[in-house]
């Protein structure tokens, strides 16, 4: 955790916060703070800054705050995510949240299991979560906007339109015939397809939306694992 990141109703006065559940644990099992430590703190959605521990137990943690900077620039890329297996959507929500995307579009696909819609971790409390622990991770503050589309051709229908105009549109493709493009691209929205691949008319589709396919090489990765690839490549 390399932010302690605070809610509206931790806060006792205009510049206290208090803390009593997992925020109080870490404080006192992994930074071992005392009186008088300072440890880096954001406000969810808000700004970042210092807090100065004034009292710590196994009760709780008072925090004197002051909250002075600007969260980092998000990333300008779109992430366009065929659901994946809960495991590694957990993982890919947050990874994608470290490295600064502020807007992930899941989607259903030929290859994405109908259970998959169902399952609790798209509950808005553990999307919540994982989203919370990308932003303590990367020290920001502002939560990334999360769409669920497990109709795809009302996603073409609503939503793509508004996205292709919005930036360059990539579709990840094991076959694809160009390589990963270098950065400053500008603004990017980049597919990536279930981990068995969009069937050969859903590729036929993205390409006819406007979608250039690209490929990070021969070796097919684990969705989580193209995730991070892709936004590595494409956010240097």
């Known amino acids: 955790m390399n932010l302690i990141l605070l809610r509206g109703d931790d806060f006792i006065a205009e510049d206290r916060a208090r803390l009593t559940d997992r925020r109080l644990t870490h404080i006192r099992e992994v930074h071992r ?12 959605d808000g700004q970042l800054g210092v807090g100065e521990v004034l009292s710590l137990d196994d009760r709780g943690v008072e925090l004197r705050v002051r909250l002075d900077q600007p969260p980092p620039a998000p990333l300008p890329i779109t992430l366009v995510l065929a659901l994946p297996r809960p495991p ?3 993982k890919a929500l947050s ?3 470290t490295m600064g995307v502020k ?5 259903g696909a030929a290859r994405v299991e109908p259970s998959f819609w169902s399952s ?5 409390a553990a999307l919540e979560q994982d989203l919370l622990l990308g932003l303590e991770q990367a020290r920001d503050t502002v939560r990334p906007q999360v769409e669920q589309w497990p109709d795809l051709r009302r996603f073409f229908r609503e939503r793509w339109p508004e996205l292709r105009a919005a930036g360059t549109p990539l579709l990840a493709d094991l076959d694809g015939a160009d390589p990963c493009p270098s950065p400053h691209l500008g603004p990017t929205v980049v597919v990536i397809g279930p981990e068995g691949g969009f069937i050969p008319p859903e590729l036929a589709r993205w390409q006819a939306e406007g979608c250039r396919p690209i490929s990070l090489g021969p070796r097919p990765l684990r969705v989580e694992t193209a995730v991070v690839a892709l936004l590595a490549r494409l956010a240097r």
């Open 33 to 44: 703070a005392s009186s008088g430590d300072h440890l880096r703190v954001g406000v969810i």
């Open 88 to 90: 590694s959507l957990r």
């Open 95 to 97: 990874q994608a949240t």
């Open 103 to 107: 807007r992930l579009c899941l989607i």
């Open 120 to 124: 609790s971790a798209l509950r808005p």
